[in-house]
């Protein structure tokens, strides 16, 4: 009964591998030229707003940018692209692409398999790339089904993202990474190491080198107490320096750069002491965590749509248990906020949302909270685009429209620098030379 349906999607499997193989041979066997006409572009290194101007592009990556609307001879496909402005495919550095938030989260973990979520989690890809954003860094999932999905996506399987993904996330026993708090004991058991649970620096090395045999891209942390989980403070410490040193020592060994979830002004404090490359949300940042961050060249990444949508789902009853929806109401109202004073104080900020955590798609409403909280719409696209790819230590192929880089494209009808809701109105999408939308 079973081994019919399994052989034929194997026939299908083969078939569509050895379809992508053929066209990427065809690439490199001809000039593969295409160019994009554009109303305006931005250039996101320079920070600025360019005329009309024209991108040349040749297979997956840039071959140069011309002014105005240039012809090139022998281009296969000429994209008009008028009254659009171009911008460099956008980043989101913060995105849980394998779950969606919904009232029925918690008893879902009982009900579905890994296998159900890496599934939805096709649906959420393409709803991102259709978003504008052609990279993104995935900070945590269930059971390494995002690693599965980035191999699909890159295999040209199903149509999404560039990921760099942490797998699962590494905490201590009851913190945030710990996906059985509130359950009862049978069914807690005691996670360790390989499930990403560390209680000693020992334990630190064992769950990075886990995650390099397991092929994750980079590591998270939770160094601090979280929203979304059964426990009761959101901003507690919960890891100690030298775990977090060795949890970093570990992560450059293997090129991965770190990650740290973290709400509680300790917390960061420690985070960015043990030498992690971002702090992701940074509640109760405090000016002395602003000065340290400063000092050590940390990243803070806001997530300040995460902050909104939690404060807003809280007070809709029955969508959070009741301990999670104070939690919520605590720090929904403050991340805004500590972004908008981060800002002001210099601390280096990328561009990520948390997507997951509110419906994936919406990403970009980011722009409109980050410019409202005090940062120019530059400033802004800036962080999605050239400053994400640094944060990623991808600044070599992604952030800009440059000549070498990856050929990664949007485009939005009128100029976002003047309205930064237009930033939600992405009618045109390239990723590696590839048209999408
Ligand atoms: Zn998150």
Known sequence: MHSLPTAALAIAVTLALSAHAAEADKTTATADIKTIHCGHLIDTAAGKLLGESTIVIEGARIKEIRAGNATVTGAKQAIDLPTSTCLPGLIDSHVHLTMEFSPTTYSDKFRLNVADFAIRSTVYARRTLDAGFTTVRNLADIDNESIALRNAINAGIVPGPRIFTAGKAIGSTGGHADSTDGYRKDLAGDPGPKDGIINSPEDAWKAVRQHYKDGADAIKIMPSGGVLDESTSVDNAQMTIEEIKAVVAAAHDYGFTVAAHAHGAEGIRRAILGGVDSIEHGTYMDDADMKLAKEHGTWL???????KTAEEMAN??????PQIATKARLVGPIIQATAGKAYKAGVKIAFGTDAGVYPHGNNAREFE?????????MFAIQAATLHAAQLLKQNKDLGSIAAGKYADVIAVPGNPLDDIKLMQKVDFVMKAGERYK
């Open 316 to 321: 809709k009853p029955g969508v959070y248990p």
């Open 301 to 307: 990444v806001p997530t300040i749509i995460a902050g």
């Open 369 to 377: 909270y980050m410019v409202e909280a005090g940062m120019p719409p």
